[in-house]
């Protein structure tokens, strides 16, 4: 899907409101306009039109609260895309069934499907509305979320809302709510009140129904105007799955522990649900890729041999500042929001590929992979990209003045009945409150992750955006970035401040190593009142 289209329209206007509900047969079409009539269009959009086109970045936190600190948006491109160049790995969109501008409602059914991966065979997967991933849920900062979800599956589900900060009964826990059995049926209903790229997925036998096929994206834009042209623009959902030569999709039934320690990983590399997908580029011209990484264990270092790339933000939306490298890393459940201007001959392919990253129990060690191809079209006149602002976004440190300790040791050790687990603080995970931390409402945290294995852990905190601490002064790093997910090294110690406001409930933290979280590397925190 080329998310340029509702951004050319204007400010979420009846044509954008069209392609979001799927109702243009080719909604990316509207956006290809002469480049004075696109600029026409943003300046009237930013003379009254309403200005809530947006880019994406966006506020957390107080600091965001009156929007002021936004980040910038995306304007009209200057020089357009080549024609179809997402095509082949374009994401469903499912029907808008709400005319309200501000509202995005949406029929979500769990149910099986064959697709093909290129086996002797197509393979049954799970999947949400007959894809995988599930559909890209698009909407703006402020808007109400309305899911009806049906559960056609031969077993219970539920949805959580990755990144999303809903308020706790939405959160798709067994805390939240029952799971959702066979032929039931549930109704989510939020607010999205920040912008950036979340996702959502099963926390009901998760790591066995995430690696069947059970995710999707979330792009939630900006709704301040636009400022700075990031580029044609693209999610990308990396996964993986472990499919038999005859198309089989192998069991995930928990019976293999050693490989749940080590945290299983798929022999088939999926981008958007397609192996080895291709986008077309033109050279010199930004491109904007929104990144998620929807592995069950595995971790995507990602490069392009001969070629930079800047990464603008993650988690929470923009950082502060862009990072330039010659590749990224992404743990579980990570996001990455990165610009690649490509420097290539036309005609040309660039190979986009996993690195090698050993995560621990001499994990990932092998040769690089191919993961996408980027093949350059023909160039067409215009201008050079404007170079990017030396900041994107403003962020407030939190006030550690009087923040709380919360210590989270990580250990290997046995449950109850002797056989292999994680240990949270000396003990097994024994249910949704027994070993709960306490937390207040209003309160700031400290938390400090002790990991003692041999092996990485990506944490995740449901609920809530925190702030990793430098090392040397104890203060939120500079430049500033919000994260859910953090990657804990085998063997150190993090720590991340984190500011609780008024959504008191049963929250979870675990790794996102989602083997890991079914053998016990799973904890609860009840923030009171």
Known sequence: MLLLSRRARGPWTT?????????????????RLTVAGAWMMALAASCGGGGASGGV?????????????????????????????SDEIALQV????????????????????SIDFGFTN????????????????????????????????????????????????????????????????????????DAGLFWYHPHFRASEQVASGLYGA???????PPAVDFGSEVVLVL??????????????????????????????????????????????????????NAATSRYYRIGIAGQTVVRIGGDGGLRETPLTGPDFMLAPSERADILVTPDAPIASELIVERLPYDRG??????????????????????????????????????????????????????????????????????GSHAGAITAHVGDTDIWTIDNQTGSDHPIHLHGFFFQILDPDTGLPAVPG?????????????????????????MWMYHCHILDHAEIGLMGMMHLLK
């Not at 919000?482 to 008191?504: C, E, G, I, Q």
């Open 361 to 430: 129990y001499l994990q990932d060690t092998q040769s690089a992979e191919a993961l996408f191809r980027v093949r350059i079209a023909e160039d067409v006149e215009g201008d050079a990209p404007a170079p990017l602002p030396a900041t994107l976004r403003t962020i407030a440190p939190l006030d550690l003045s009087q923040a709380l300790p919360q210590t989270i040791i990580i250990q290997e050790g046995q449950d109850d009945n002797q056989d292999f687990s994680f240990l949270i603080n000396g003990e097994p995970f024994a």
């Open 94 to 113: 499912p029907v808008d069934l709400n005319e309200d501008p501000n509202v995005l409602e949406v029929n979500l059914e769990a149910r099986s499907a």
């Open 15 to 31: 044509q954008g409101k069209l392609a979001r509900q799927g109702k243009l047969e080719r909604p990316f079409e509207f956006a």
């Open 481 to 505: 970035e919000w994260k859910d997910t953090v990657n804990v090294v085998r063997k150190s110690m993090l720590k991340f401040a984190v500011h609780y406001d008024d959504r008191p409930g």
């Open 122 to 193: 197509p393979t049954t997967v799970f999947t949400y509305n007959g894809s995988v991933p599930g559909p890209l849920l698009h909407a703006k900062r402020g808007d109400t979320l309305i899911v009806h979800f049906t559960n056609n599956l031969p077993e219970a589900t539920t949805i959580h809302w990755h990144g999303v900060r809903v308020p706790a009964a939405m959160d798709g826990t067994p805390d939240a709510q029952p799971p959702v059995e066979p032929g039931g049926s549930f109704e989510y209903r939020f607010t999205l009140p």
């Open 239 to 292: 996964s993986d799955m472990s499919i038999e030569p005859d198309g089989t999709l192998r069991s995930y039934d928990g019976s293999h522990l050693l490989e749940m320690i080590f945290g299983r990983e798929g022999n088939v590399l999926l981008v958007n649900g397609r192996v080895n997908p291709s986008l077309l580029a033109r050279r010199g011209q930004r491109q904007r890729w929104r990144v998620l």
């Open 57 to 85: 970045g966006g506020g957390v936190g107080t600091d965001c609260a009156d929007g002021a600190c936004g980040g910038v948006g995306v304007v009209p491109l200057a020089v357009p895309p080549p024609l179809g160049w």
């Open 218 to 224: 979330i792009l939630v834009d900006d709704d301040g």
